[in-house]
């Protein structure tokens, strides 16, 4: 096992009817800038049990954080808080308010032009309003990290940063107010949680057997649960073992102590920022074709995946990995988020535009090994047209 | 799934060389008590590198916290951290000098006779001392949560507390500390992890899968890493997978959203008053009885346990409860902790004793169904004979 901090502040409440609740975690003499997506809220409920909860504080709302938030959107919600001089922030939403919320906390404050803190990845964050959350969509577990991911439109950049200023106070889950969400938003979001375990889990061993069992955990419950999802969007308990999933996929918990690759997600970063493909559709267009070219380099764990996640004992070693990779990709398509560039109408003629966005975003040396050159990248993208 | 919160503030630095990163975790300016048990720590260099990490600090140290904590020794901790005007604890050691540590940042400050901390199991604790840990024992989780037990020798009585004020700013986990642990109190260690599994898994299925899959990876991993511990004591990843468990096995993760039982700790609490036994011998007596005892209302998942856990499919169902039952004695016994009450010289007459006590500490409807009366366990203590 490697050397390894772990920290997670953020306090989950999950469960039917948690959002009432926010009467007690959000303090009385707050004054509030409610962040939001499309207004999907508004029609389904969430945003009243949500006032309801916030009742006898002061609230403001901003409406319009757009999937993959932009910077510019969000400096505008940043003058609000400013000009109203607002005090707390709840974001209600998925992943994208969230990470948007993040940004915002982080530089209402800030010191000189916010944008240099995604010119240095959050590091130069020294403090930022407390906020908290109201999950919608599980996917990007946003909601119980430290990580946020914004969108510069005018550079075509998309740009992440981390910060420990930026875990939201609290989050609050509960799996019925999921039941609405359009059947693309659910297997975007199962794909999602799915390639965030793969990009912890699916490197090289370190003798962390526990790190291991709990990434192929979630990777077993995401396979078995997600096509019920999509076959009976209202049972709980299905859209309950989802949420806490996603959570549990990206808050710091499985990535402890072992090597973690991430290739899949920065390649994926340029696919959406260059042509505005989903985030899921990104890692599943991507992720099959990197296991398949960096199949040496993880050999062992590639492996033990087919034979834990998908009991695939019999055969080669390059059949049974092949079968693995197969089945993982067989599942992505199976949540309805198609895995080829093709699919996409992207083609050979896109491959170079995408190597040049990586090389200026310096995404040279990408992996657990580093060894993720712009060549890989180009046989990666060769293998997914 | 159950409704649940999750909330766990506390920074984990995990790996050798840790200690040394005391300097940035214990503020500068601090007032430090350094709390430890029988001095162990000043043979093997663990307080050399504590003290190292502190240099600059003002500090004070307070020796012998016994196994199970008194609250009568940490009564006069409590006396000269008032006196000297301290203002940070740093717990060394394992699960008894942190437990009674957190006893001591509640009580330093604690209006009225600290006692009433205990009678009130901690609800009445408005404010707490920071404090850390330097973890040299794996078993208890107390580095990661906000529980401790208490000892008042007076009164015979072991009396469990818990806010989340008490849980530890940090802990530190260096495996290589716990090499020079003696034999006995390695296989206590794993025992009381494993244990501690149990209560939060071995109930009836709330459709928590992922829950499920969590405690049988700890489990396994006890399984197959706590006999290397023995066999080979200074392997250091066999040590850190050991250590990770346990403080996974008990910091809120595996039993948020899930039904806990935790009759085997009360009964076992009542067996460490009365007759000094080890925590961990406690629960190797009454675990195995308790399961047998109270098979029907946890067959589905001990058929699941004996399945994923001990790989037991064949036999009709009692079988394989048994069988599975059997096991986790034997691995018990494996790791050098006896099973039966006659092994601690107790016997049918020691019995009435324990009954007595349980019912003076008000544990008479214990359980996941609050279905364990004084004759459930009295059957339980028989069975262990």
């Known amino acids: ?52 909860g916030l009742a006898g504080r002061t609230v403001f ?32 939403g998925g992943g994208s308010v969230i990470d948007g919320t993040k940004f915002v906390a982080a ?30 969509l599980p996917a990007t577990g946003s909601e119980m990290n430290d990580g946020s991911v914004v969108t510069r439109k005018s550079l075509q950049a998309k740009v992440a940063f981390s910060n420990k200023l930026v875990f939201p106070k609290f989050s609050i889950l509960d799996p019925t107010k999921t039941f609405s969400l359009p059947v693309k ?19 090289y061993p370190v003798n962390a057997p526990v790190q291991d ?51 899949t997600h920065m390649v994926g970063h340029e696919l959406t920022a260059l042509y505005g493909l989903d985030h ?3 890692l599943a267009i991507v992720l099959p074709s990197m296991l398949r070219v960096r199949k040496e380099g993880k050999r062992a764990k590639l492996l033990q995946y087919a034979e834990r996640v998908w009991n695939i004992t019999e ?21 309805g988020v198609k895995t080829r560039l093709g699919d996409y109408k992207l083609g050979t003629q896109n491959i170079d535009a995408i190597l040049k966005h990586l ?12 060894d993720v050159t712009l060549d890989v990248s180009r046989k990666v993208l060769e293998l997914s047209l």
């Open 213 to 263: 069992r709990f990434a192929e955990g979630l990777l077993l419950t995401l396979i078995e649960e997600g096509p019920k999802a999509l076959a009976n969007p209202e049972d709980y308990d299905t859209r309950a073992n989802i949420m806490w999933c996603a959570t549990l996929a990206l808050n710091g918990l499985i990535g402890a102590g072992v090597p973690q690759d991430w290739s």
């Open 359 to 370: 090389e200026s975003h310096r995404m040279v040396t990408l992996g657990e090994q580093r």
């Open 315 to 335: 055969g080669s070693e390059d059949a049974r990995i092949e079968q693995a990779i197969q089945r993982t990709q067989e599942f992505f398509e199976k949540m």
């Open 280 to 282: 899921a559709q990104t």
């Open 61 to 92: 709302e901003f409406a319009g954080i757009e999937p993959n938030p932009s910077y510019e959107t969000l400096m505008h919600a940043v003058e609000l808080v400013r000009k109203e001089k607002l005090d707390f922030l709840l974001a209600v």
């Open 185 to 203: 938003q659910i297997g975007n979001g199962v794909v999602d949680a799915y390639a965030h375990v793969m990009e912890q889990y699916m490197t």
């Open 1 to 52: 096992m490697l050397n390894f901090d772990f920290y997670n502040p953020t306090q989950i409440l999950f469960g039917k009817g948690r959002i009432a609740d926010l009467s007690k975690v959000v303090p009385a003499d707050a004054r509030v800038l409610v962040l939001y997506g499309g207004g999907s809220i508004k029609s389904n409920g969430v945003f009243d049990e949500v006032m309801a």
């Open 107 to 136: 530089a209402v404050n800030f010191e000189g032009d916010p944008w240099a803190i995604l010119e240095k990845r959050g590091r130069n964050i020294t403090q930022a309003l407390p906020f908290g959350s109201i999950l919608t």
